[in-house]
């Protein structure tokens, strides 16, 4: 059965203080993995699209990774605006849906 | 450039009575989808369309649910009759049909079912 694990449930940090969020999945034939910020009371706001092992993506303080069994979110130094639930979610090659894993809330503290 | 409109962005009502939840994709997006985001479950893919047609409704949980999609610019999602285990927040996001497309997200509609 395709699923997404993400890892840990909750994060709190230190501002400044950099930490991993982590991602494992089962999928049958991965078309990609998106990595997407969701803010309370918001839709979840896409950030990465990888789409085979070994690729990295970065933006500002954040920089994805994957393998073929797991992804990960990277933080360097973050700030409290940083804050939010981080979503995974894999595409298989089959069809057009997006399995979701079930988030990692981090807090940033000032 | 405007993204997905959900609308309404709340909505209260009592049990039995029926529910339409409004969608405006992305203009030249071909595919649209409803999810339902909860706390225990998480986000749930209930139905997809592409170009209008729905592929897939194996998330549908009840024959209490249902959605249409009559033209590419619109879509909607019934409950009834509405249950109070049917209070949630309902999102609506659109892409493009085929390769790794990331869905855009609307801001949802929070459901809450008394």
């Known amino acids: 059965e395709d699923q997404v694990t993400q890892s840990p449930e909750a994060l709190r940090l230190q501002e400044g203080e950099s930490s991993s969020l982590n991602c494992s999945y089962t999928v049958s034939g991965l078309r990609g993995l998106f990595w997407y910020r969701q803010d309370p009371g918001k839709g979840p706001e896409f950030l990465f699209t990888?789409?085979?092992a070994g690729e990295e993506k970065e933006k500002e303080r954040l920089k994805a990774t994957l393998t073929k069994k797991e992804s990960f979110l990277h933080i360097t130094a973050p700030k409290p605006e940083d804050s939010a639930t981080y979503l995974c979610a894999v595409q298989r090659n089959r069809d057009d849906k997006i399995i979701f894993g079930k988030g990692t809330r981090l807090h940033i503290l000032p | 450039d405007a993204g997905v409109i959900q609308s309404p962005r709340h909505e209260v009502t009592e049990m039995g009575q029926e529910v339409t939840l409004r969608c405006k994709p992305i203009s030249g997006h071909n595919s649209l989808f409803w999810y339902r985001q909860t706390m225990m479950r998480g986000l749930e893919l209930l139905i997809y369309?592409?170009?209008?047609?729905?592929?897939?409704d194996s998330g549908m949980p009840e024959d209490r649910f249902s959605a249409k999609m009559p033209n590419a610019s619109f879509s909607t999602l019934k409950i009834q009759p509405s249950e109070p285990r049917d209070s949630a927040v309902y999102f609506c996001a659109s892409s493009f049909v085929g390769g790794p497309q990331p869905q855009h997200f609307g801001d949802g509609t929070r459901l809450s079912i008394l």
């Open positions: 369309f592409n170009n209008n047609v729905p592929i897939d």
């Open positions: 990888l789409y085979s």
